[in-house]
């Protein structure tokens, strides 16, 4: 094997993988389509779409002419070592597809992208009626594909290993062990929630142009190019990139919650400047990629919770805030910190505190692994969901802000939950490293300077891709893996601080 | 060859042809997005996305596996009249594509998409500089294109007959030679333009919040069903079926322009009403599309003119506006009817009136065909234009005003603008036997009720998609083949009336 028949292997290998990119960057405008504009009676027609684009995608992942080509490229090895990385990246996604027939992947696409219509629809009627059984196909299909590609580890292990690589059920059951007496502790310690006059700042409405300015600002101070991604109005948040010059950040604006809006933006943000700050030349190889969703949530997590529920923070953004509305001519730096940072127990995951949203996550975990398990019958979840909350933090009023607050298990999204909690974990330890790295962190917050923040997190975790595990990026960030110490302590000050605020 | 064999053999045409028709609704989306959402960083990624879908839609074109199906299909015969108009319409698509490489349609996809970013920009600065290298690429690929379809026929012809079946270049002379006489001789009897009264009311400012719900009316009184579409803010209005469920309108607001928002909207509503009145169930299929563009366009000016610029149609619209927007109280019927209906010289197509229309359009036909046949180059094609534009109508200031006014060149449209000039012949002609066959059209106009004209223009136009050819449609729906007298029989009424009025 000469050098030569390598380099052309390799080379035919890249260029298939960014078709295959390309294809998937239509997939992800139509997805975003789906978020943001398709029409009710366009969902049909968009099921069908994203189905033969998975098979179109499939089928390249698949063909036998990759297995040859990687063959070749493995027999001849190269010294290369991000062309290292990306072989074995592209011999994991080859032998995978490899398992999973055709028919199953299109099936996938066709009813998740149906369920998340159905869902939709059942969160405007507030009743699960018509989606769970949409679900429940959904749940089919997914344990088919675990048992396609688990190979002996149990499907949650399979699950978890697709959204987070090696990730596994003992790990995410290791994590929330450990996080959970820390965080009922912490919780019951807490002030009883509705001290009235902390909440009541955060529902003072602000019309939605004036929310959409000050979220624009957000993009401002954190350096998120406009020219090379959007904003836009959506009832689910989410970021995607569509491709180096098009990442899409979209947000939820409502009246009385502008707080809401602003850290809804901004917990897209991180997600976004991430996607930004990836290599645009390494577009749709696997290395150029953003693979660790936990890596990817440590960064949303970051810049919504380290950045944008800090008392330092706001003592930069108020003023800023008072130029935009009148709204809150009134309030000072302390009370908005107090209230963002209310805590107690609630139905809500995206409206929860920093301590309680660990606990809103485990129980996510516990039923989607019932689910998948097969322990738990999509026909009993409803009641399952809400005697969990019960349990652990307070029982739901309806269908709407209890099982159908989530759209990720209409989406197929079993096992992508743990990465939240990861994140939590992971951004704090980032965040201690960047605070001893750089020099007065609290103070250029407070004087509005993100850049130094960001600019450190673009060189220890952004720009890297999927070059290494998303471990070893942590480790190479802060000195040791992955723990909930960073997280658990830093909280604990936090809250701390708070009450003798 | 049995009958069974034949069913089969038509069965996967059929399938093969929904699944490219699939494809193609997946670059729909992509351009509906390039024309609504794509930033400006986007553009070059977009035009490798619809380079990758061009070239699958067309290796699905060109296979040879529907070589062998139509021959079978064709052996077999077959006595379901919709049978033999899908299998001949395929047969033309098939045998086309077999000329064509498959490397020349990726490649104008992927610099037709380029192109429209550079036009964008070029408008934004006001100068061509950026945009005619591309644009000229544009026209080389065209003529390459042609080059490999055309059989004989003139680069023009084939594309004239590639956006309107059959459609030749004598064909388009004849019409436009024998309209621009009566066109020439109404626009020198007009009144001198700018009579200042009738043209500022036109020119109040209404909040763009308020155009919007006047458009919305406009959507709601002609039964356009917005659970099956949208309607967005662009550039530039376009309408484009993604499929049955969903169909897009896009239109322009400016703040002191609302009329020509409204009538923008409405012109696009003639395009969308047609597209969801198509068949759902033929979706796909080569008899199911709409492929006439004269038809199409004979549907947009029809809503745009003849309802939209009506005396009838605007003492039903008026005080309903009162309702939205206080900013015509004080004006009449006959004001906003005879502002509308404003003739002159101008340099704008788009803000045309209805007797210089054509004259801009035959102006682009003069053009385009130079430009394809060779006889002008793109570098001297600014300079042409101002000159034709000073002969036949009034020379442009600038270059937005000028050659950057319309973006079909740079998409790849050439042959394409004479389609309007058959949209508003036709238009006459099929409002005239609508006008025969129903009782007291105007009245109902005048009432607000529109159902009436577009069910007639459903049941003899729309429902047929691609059943006749375009010409059987206008002869079965008003008794002769399509001819200008209709129309220049109307607008010598129309602007006699309003001599008098």
């Known amino acids: 094997m000469t050098v030569a028949t390598m380099e052309k292997a390799y080379r035919e290998l890249t260029e298939r993988w960014r078709e295959r990119a390309l294809l998937d960057s ?27 684009l998975a098979r179109l995608e499939h089928e390249r992942a698949a063909d036998p002419r990759v297995g040859d080509l990687l063959a070749q490229a493995e027999a001849a090895g190269s010294s290369d070592e991000l062309v290292v990385t990306n072989l074995r990246l592209m011999r994991r996604e080859y032998d995978e597809a490899c398992r999973v027939p055709a028919t199953l992947v299109e099936e996938l696409a066709r009813i998740t992208t149906r369920a998340q219509g159905a869902w939709e629809r059942a969160r405007d009627a507030n009743a699960t009626t018509g989606y769970l059984p949409l679900l429940g196909r959904v749940v089919e299909l997914t344990q088919a594909w675990t048992d396609c590609v688990r190979d002996g580890r149990s ?42 006059a902390d909440d ?26 406009l020219d090379r991604g959007r904003l836009d109005n959506a009832t689910h948040p989410s970021t995607m990139r569509i491709g180096p010059g098009d990442v899409r ?43 660790s969703l936990a890596l990817h949530e440590s960064q949303s997590r970051l810049v919504e919770n380290l950045v944008g529920r800090s008392h330092e923070f706001w003592r930069f953004a108020l003023p800023q805030l008072r130029a935009v509305t009148a709204a809150f001519d009134d309030v000072s730096v302390d009370q908005i910190y107090r209230a ?8 809500s995951r995206i409206r929860a505190d920093e301590i309680s949203y660990d606990l809103h996550i485990a129980i996510r975990v516990e039923l989607e692994r019932a689910l998948i398990a097969g322990d738990l019958a999509v026909g009993d979840l409803p009641a399952a969901w809400d005697d969990a909350y019960a349990r652990d ?49 609290a103070g250029s917050i407070a004087r509005g300077e993100l850049a130094p923040l960001i600019g450190w997190m673009r060189d220890a975790v952004h720009r890297h891709g999927s070059r290494y595990p998303a471990r070893e990026v942590v ?25 003798r605020g």
């Open 26 to 52: 239509c997939a992800t405008v139509l997805a975003w389509d789906e978020e943001t504009y398709l029409p009710r009676g366009g969902v049909e027609g968009r099921a069908d779409q994203q189905a033969l």
């Open 155 to 196: 499907r949650y292990d399979a699950c978890l290993d697709s959204w987070e690589t090696d990730l596994t059920d003992a790990e995410v059951v290791g994590v929330l062990d450990q996080m959970r007496p820390s965080l009922v502790a912490l919780l019951d310690q807490a002030p009883a929630p509705g001290a009235a």
């Open 200 to 225: 009541a700042v955060l529902r003072r409405p602000v019309p939605l142009d004036a929310q959409r300015a000050i979220s624009e600002l957000a993009l401002r101070w954190l350096g998120f190019d």
């Open 249 to 291: 950040l979209t947000t939820r604006f409502t009246l009385d919650r502008p707080f809401e809006g602003l850290l809804s933006t901004m917990h897209e943000l991180g997600h976004g400047l991430y996607d930004q700050n990836l290599a645009d030349d390494q577009f749709g190889t696997p290395a150029g990629e953003a693979s």
């Open 340 to 347: 963002l940072n209310q805590v107690g127990r609630s139905t």
């Open 393 to 441: 933090l307070i029982r739901p009023d309806d269908a709407t802000t209890g099982v159908l607050q989530d759209g990720h298990w209409a989406a197929g999204m079993f096992g992508y939950f743990p990465t939240y909690t990861l994140g939590n974990v992971i951004a704090a330890q980032l965040y201690l490293a960047a605070d001893a790295a750089l020099p007065d962190l």
């Open 475 to 499: 480790v190479r960030a802060t000195g040791a893996p992955p723990t909930p110490t960073a997280q658990l302590a830093r909280l604990a000050a936090k809250y701390a601080d708070r009450a």
